[in-house]
C-alpha cells in the first residue's frame, strides 16, 4: 500500500461517533481517487434531499463531460468516505467476503426499484457507509431521452453539510410544512447519456447477423451486472457502454473499457473506455470516454474546501493523492516518465492470459501474468485526466515528463512548449489534447520510458516567464546530477539554490517567482523537500509500504 505525509499543516475532520484518524493514508485509500470534500458533497446534496438531478438539465452545455462533472464528484468523493464496495459474484459468497455481498440486500434493491424515478434500475455496485445501516445503491437506468442508459444513485439524502439524512430530519420537514418527505431512500441521477454499445457486422463470424433492436428499456431487464472475478460483465450490442473493476479487497470502483479487445480479429473494436454518448436515436452525435476511479477508505483524506463559482466550477482543483488545493491560473505540470512508474499499486488478484512488464524496486523489471488494477503512471493519468477536466476554462497550463534523453517520455505536450495554453470549454480541443498527451505516457514498454533526469525540464519551466506555479512530481533519485556526474546529498542544497536563484533573477527582471510543489512517489526524497523549502512551496510524499 502507500501512505501519503505532508510537510504542511492540514486540518482533518472527524465526524462524532467514528473511528479514530490515524496520520497519512494509502494509495489504495488515496492515490486512485483523485478529487473530493465534504463541501463538494454538501453541495451536491440538494438534489439528492429533493429527488432532483444531480446534472444541470440545461440543454446549452457544451459537452457530455461538463454535464456530469457534478455527479462524477458526489460519487467519488462518496465511495470515498465509504468502508468497501458491495457486488454481487458469479462464484458466490467466500468465507470472510460476507461484507461485500450486495445480494444481501435485496429489500433495499426493490424498495429502489419501486420509486417512481427509478427508470428501469438495474443495481451494478452498493457501498457501505460508517453512519448508515443501509447502503448506497448504484445502478443502471434509462437516459431522460430514453435514447440511452444513466447511472442513478439510491439512498439516504445529503445535508448541505455532508451529513446523511436521518428519519428525524425528514419528520421534521414534514412537520415543519416543508416538501412533504414520504421515504428516506431517494433516486437521484448521477450520469446520464451513458452510450449504447454497437453491432458491427465485421466483428461477428459468418452465421452471425446484428439483433434487431429492442426496447432499451427491455435490454437493461435482461442485462447482467454480476462481476466474475474482479469486472463485470463484457458489454454485447444495445447494452450500456459501462463495465465496473473492483479490487482483490473489495474497495476499487473503476470504470473500463466495455468489453475484452481481441487482438486476433484485425477490425475489432477499438474502444478503450467506457464511454458517453449523445445520439438522435440512430447516429452518434458526440462521444466522450469516461474515466472514473475511487477507493473505500472510510474518509481517511485531506478536507479542502472548494469554492464554487456561479459557473459551477470551482476556483481551482481541491486535490487529490498527487497534487493538492491547486488554486494557481498559471500553472506547469512536471511528470516523472521514468520505468519506474510502471510499479503496480494495486494488484486485482486475478491472472490473464498475457504477461506484462512492471517494475519493482527490489527486483526491478519483471513480467507476470498477475492482473494490475493500477500502475503509479495510471493511477496518475486517472488524477491528470481529472484535474484536466474539472479545472477552471481560464486556467493555462504546461504538461511535460521527463526521463533519461533520447527515451520515449522525456517529451513535452508540444501546444505548451513555448507558451502555456488556456484549456477553454470542457470539450475544447485544448483539454483533449492535453489528455491524449498524459494517455500517451503508458504507451510502450516501460523499460523505453526511460530513467530519471528531470533538470532540462525543470529549466525550461523556470524560464517561462507567465509560469507562477510548477506542480513537480518524481518516484526516484536523479540518475546524475546537473553537471552529469553521479548523485548524491551533496547536491541537494546546490540544486535548491540553484532554482531559488532562478527565482531571484526571474524577480529582478519583473516577472513573479515560481513556487514548486513536489510530490515524491515510493521514497522519503530529502532533495525534493528542500527543493519545494527554497521555492516557497509545499511537499508531499507518497510512500509504498
Same mark, same amino acid.
Given at each position: 500500500?502507500?501512505?501519503?505525509?505532508?510537510?504542511?499543516?492540514?486540518?482533518?475532520?472527524?465526524?462524532?461517533?467514528?473511528?479514530?484518524?490515524?496520520?497519512?493514508?494509502?494509495?489504495? @485509500?488515496?492515490?486512485?481517487?483523485?478529487?473530493?470534500?465534504?463541501?463538494?458533497?454538501?453541495?451536491?446534496?440538494?438534489?439528492?434531499?429533493?429527488?432532483?438531478?444531480?446534472?444541470?438539465?440545461?440543454?446549452?452545455?457544451? #459537452?457530455?463531460?461538463?454535464?456530469?462533472?457534478?455527479?462524477?464528484?458526489?460519487? /467519488?468523493?462518496?465511495? @470515498?468516505?465509504?468502508? %468497501?464496495?458491495?457486488?454481487?459474484?458469479?462464484?458466490?459468497?467466500?468465507?470472510?467476503? !460476507?461484507?461485500?455481498?450486495?445480494?444481501?440486500?435485496?429489500?433495499?434493491?426493490?424498495?429502489?426499484?419501486?420509486?417512481?424515478?427509478?427508470?428501469?434500475?438495474?443495481?451494478?455496485? +452498493?457501498?457501505?457507509?460508517? @453512519?448508515?445501516?443501509?447502503?448506497?445503491?448504484?445502478?443502471?437506468?434509462?437516459?431522460?431521452?430514453?435514447?440511452?442508459?444513466?447511472?442513478?444513485?439510491?439512498?439516504?439524502?445529503?445535508?448541505?453539510?455532508?451529513?446523511?439524512?436521518?428519519?428525524?430530519?425528514?419528520?421534521?420537514?414534514?412537520?415543519?410544512?416543508?416538501?412533504?418527505?414520504?421515504?428516506?431512500?431517494?433516486?437521484?441521477?448521477?450520469?446520464?447519456?451513458?452510450?449504447?454499445?454497437?453491432?458491427?457486422?465485421?466483428?461477428?463470424? @459468418?452465421?452471425? &447477423?446484428?439483433?434487431?433492436?429492442?426496447?432499451? #428499456?427491455?435490454?437493461?431487464?435482461?442485462?447482467?451486472?454480476?462481476?466474475?472475478?474482479?469486472?463485470?460483465?463484457?458489454?454485447?450490442?444495445?447494452?450500456?457502454?459501462?463495465?465496473?473493476?473492483?479490487?482483490?479487497?473489495?474497495?476499487?470502483?473503476?470504470?473500463?473499457?466495455?468489453?475484452?479487445?481481441?487482438?486476433?480479429?484485425?477490425?475489432?473494436? &477499438?474502444?478503450?473506455?467506457?464511454?458517453?454518448?449523445?445520439?438522435? +436515436?440512430?447516429?452518434? &452525435?458526440?462521444?466522450?470516454?469516461?474515466?472514473?476511479?475511487?477507493?473505500? /477508505?472510510?474518509?481517511?483524506?485531506?478536507?479542502?474546501?472548494?469554492?464554487?463559482?456561479?459557473?459551477?466550477?470551482?476556483?481551482?482543483?481541491?486535490?487529490?493523492?498527487?497534487?493538492?488545493?491547486?488554486?494557481?491560473?498559471?500553472?506547469?505540470?512536471?511528470?516523472?516518465?521514468?520505468?519506474?512508474? #510502471?510499479?503496480?499499486?494495486?494488484?486485482?488478484?486475478?491472472?490473464?492470459?498475457?504477461?506484462?512488464?512492471?517494475?519493482?524496486?527490489?527486483?526491478?523489471?519483471?513480467?507476470?501474468?498477475?492482473?494490475?488494477?493500477?500502475?503509479?503512471? !495510471?493511477?496518475?493519468?486517472?488524477?491528470?485526466?481529472?484535474?484536466?477536466?474539472?479545472?477552471?476554462?481560464?486556467?493555462?497550463?504546461?504538461?511535460?515528463?521527463?526521463?533519461?534523453?533520447?527515451?520515449?517520455?522525456?517529451?513535452?505536450?508540444?501546444?505548451?512548449?513555448?507558451?502555456?495554453?488556456?484549456?477553454?470549454?470542457?470539450?475544447?480541443?485544448?483539454?483533449?489534447?492535453?489528455?491524449?498527451?498524459?494517455?500517451?505516457?503508458?504507451? #510502450?514498454?516501460?523499460?523505453?520510458?526511460?530513467?530519471?533526469?528531470?533538470?532540462?525540464?525543470?529549466?525550461?519551466?523556470?524560464?517561462?516567464?507567465?509560469?507562477?506555479?510548477?506542480?513537480?512530481?518524481?518516484?526516484?533519485?536523479? %540518475?546524475?546530477? /546537473?553537471?552529469?556526474?553521479?548523485?548524491?546529498?551533496?547536491?541537494?542544497?546546490?540544486?535548491?539554490?540553484?532554482?531559488?536563484?532562478?527565482?531571484?533573477?526571474?524577480?529582478?527582471?519583473?516577472?513573479?517567482?515560481?513556487?514548486?510543489?513536489?510530490?515524491?512517489?515510493?521514497?522519503?526524497?530529502?532533495?525534493?523537500?528542500?527543493?519545494?523549502?527554497?521555492?516557497?512551496?509545499?511537499?508531499?510524499?507518497?510512500?509504498?509500504?
Amino acid at each position: 500500500m502507500i501512505k501519503v505525509h505532508t510537510m504542511i499543516k492540514l486540518s482533518h475532520q472527524i465526524n462524532k461517533g467514528r473511528r479514530p484518524q490515524h496520520n497519512g493514508f494509502t494509495v489504495l @485509500e488515496l492515490l486512485v481517487s483523485v478529487v473530493a470534500g465534504t463541501l463538494i458533497i454538501g453541495a451536491a446534496s440538494t438534489g439528492l434531499r429533493t429527488t432532483q438531478t444531480l446534472i444541470s438539465e440545461s440543454h446549452g452545455k457544451a #459537452s457530455l463531460r461538463q454535464n456530469t462533472t457534478n455527479g462524477l464528484r458526489l460519487m /467519488r468523493s462518496e465511495i @470515498e468516505r465509504s468502508m %468497501n464496495v458491495l457486488v454481487s459474484r458469479t462464484e458466490g459468497v467466500q468465507d470472510g467476503e !460476507e461484507d461485500t455481498d450486495l445480494n444481501q440486500y435485496s429489500d433495499i434493491i426493490n424498495d429502489c426499484k419501486a420509486l417512481p424515478q427509478a427508470a428501469g434500475f438495474n443495481p451494478v455496485f +452498493g457501498i457501505n457507509m460508517v @453512519e448508515l445501516d443501509d447502503p448506497v445503491i448504484y445502478g443502471v437506468g434509462l437516459s431522460r431521452d430514453g435514447r440511452g442508459y444513466a447511472l442513478l444513485r439510491c439512498g439516504s439524502a445529503l445535508n448541505m453539510d455532508g451529513t446523511y439524512r436521518s428519519a428525524e430530519d425528514n419528520e421534521a420537514d414534514n412537520n415543519a410544512g416543508n416538501e412533504q418527505v414520504e421515504s428516506d431512500i431517494f433516486i437521484s441521477r448521477i450520469l446520464d447519456d451513458i452510450g449504447t454499445i454497437p453491432c458491427k457486422e465485421s466483428d461477428l463470424s @459468418e452465421d452471425e &447477423q446484428c439483433p434487431e433492436r429492442q426496447p432499451l #428499456s427491455s435490454i437493461l431487464s435482461k442485462t447482467n451486472f454480476t462481476f466474475t472475478g474482479s469486472k463485470s460483465p463484457t458489454r454485447t450490442a444495445q447494452q450500456p457502454a459501462l463495465r465496473i473493476q473492483t479490487d482483490i479487497n473489495t474497495k476499487l470502483v473503476k470504470f473500463i473499457d466495455p468489453y475484452e479487445l481481441d487482438d486476433s480479429k484485425s477490425d475489432a473494436y &477499438q474502444i478503450s473506455a467506457s464511454y458517453l454518448e449523445n445520439t438522435n +436515436g440512430v447516429k452518434s &452525435q458526440a462521444r466522450q470516454d469516461l474515466y472514473f476511479s475511487a477507493f473505500a /477508505r472510510a474518509d481517511k483524506r485531506v478536507r479542502f474546501g472548494y469554492n464554487a463559482t456561479d459557473s459551477g466550477k470551482g476556483n481551482g482543483y481541491p486535490g487529490g493523492a498527487f497534487f493538492q488545493n491547486i488554486t494557481s491560473n498559471h500553472l506547469r505540470f512536471i511528470l516523472d516518465g521514468s520505468g519506474s512508474m #510502471s510499479a503496480c499499486v494495486a494488484w486485482s488478484g486475478e491472472y490473464g492470459n498475457r504477461r506484462r512488464r512492471f517494475y519493482d524496486p527490489d527486483r526491478g523489471y519483471f513480467r507476470t501474468y498477475k492482473i494490475c488494477s493500477f500502475t503509479r503512471m !495510471e493511477a496518475l493519468q486517472h488524477e491528470m485526466i481529472d484535474i484536466i477536466s474539472n479545472l477552471p476554462d481560464y486556467t493555462k497550463i504546461g504538461l511535460a515528463s521527463f526521463s533519461t534523453s533520447g527515451n520515449r517520455n522525456n517529451k513535452t505536450w508540444e501546444d505548451s512548449r513555448d507558451n502555456l495554453v488556456e484549456l477553454g470549454p470542457s470539450n475544447s480541443e485544448a483539454r483533449q489534447s492535453a489528455i491524449r498527451f498524459v494517455n500517451s505516457l503508458s504507451s #510502450s514498454d516501460p523499460t523505453k520510458w526511460g530513467g530519471t533526469m528531470p533538470w532540462n525540464t525543470l529549466d525550461a519551466a523556470f524560464s517561462d516567464r507567465l509560469t507562477d506555479t510548477i506542480y513537480f512530481l518524481s518516484d526516484g533519485q536523479p %540518475n546524475k546530477d /546537473r553537471g552529469g556526474r553521479s548523485w548524491g546529498s551533496d547536491d541537494y542544497n546546490s540544486v535548491a539554490e540553484h532554482y531559488a536563484g532562478l527565482n531571484a533573477a526571474r524577480l529582478e527582471d519583473g516577472d513573479k517567482s515560481i513556487k514548486l510543489n513536489s510530490t515524491s512517489v515510493g521514497l522519503d526524497s530529502e532533495w525534493m523537500q528542500i527543493l519545494s523549502s527554497q521555492t516557497s512551496g509545499e511537499y508531499i510524499k507518497v510512500d509504498d509500504v
